[in-house]
């Protein structure tokens, strides 16, 4: 562990490589696991102003869970978790054909989250819970500081392949939401440590 102004960071954020590819996994990490997704407390009424944005775009079943459940519920270990149909689906999962040559051919059928549509489409300012932003890092607090601990998980097996093959580190694939979680002062630092872990031997 490397400490950035107050956080936490486990070096596999620099050691390791990643970069998401669709195509291949086809949105597993929306769809997988025992639970929804981690979310703040001060992010449930942001998801709860999405969900009527981007209602037409969920399934009767997430409308119905919404509906009657609300977008959260505490996990087993009484964490708040975005809400799941189906023991696996985020109500807020959307299924679409993506294609990796620019739409010239239809490819898979994918899990995309609805929330991220609509940002990327101009109709809304909020992307998605920072959680689903900065996988495959997760945030846990110890001893009142945030830390930084890459999650290791067999659906992301392409996402390593593919950023190995790029080049691309867990820090610098995450850019953007480590900016908006950290601020940039932070961010910046953490490029200087990347350098010094470098020059180090550390990062190849």
Sequence with gaps: MVEILGVLVSLDIFTEMFCCDI?????ACCVEGDAGAPVDADEVEKLEAASELVWNDLPQAARDRITSCGVVYPDADGDLVTQIINDKDCVFVRYDNISADGGKTRGPRCALCAIDGAYRQGRTKWQKPISCALYPIRVRDVGGAPALNYHRWDVCRPARELGKRMGIPVYRFLKEPLIR????????????????????????
């Excluded at 195509?23 to 949105?27: L, N, Q, Y």
């Excluded at 910046?188 to 440590?193: A, F, N």
Aim: charged share 30%; hydrophobic share 30%.
């Design 23 to 27: 195509t291949k996994c086809h949105g």
């Design 181 to 204: 979680r950290f601020g940039q002062e932070w961010y910046d630092e953490c490029l200087v440590v990347a350098e010094e872990l470098r020059k180090a031997g550390y990062l190849n």
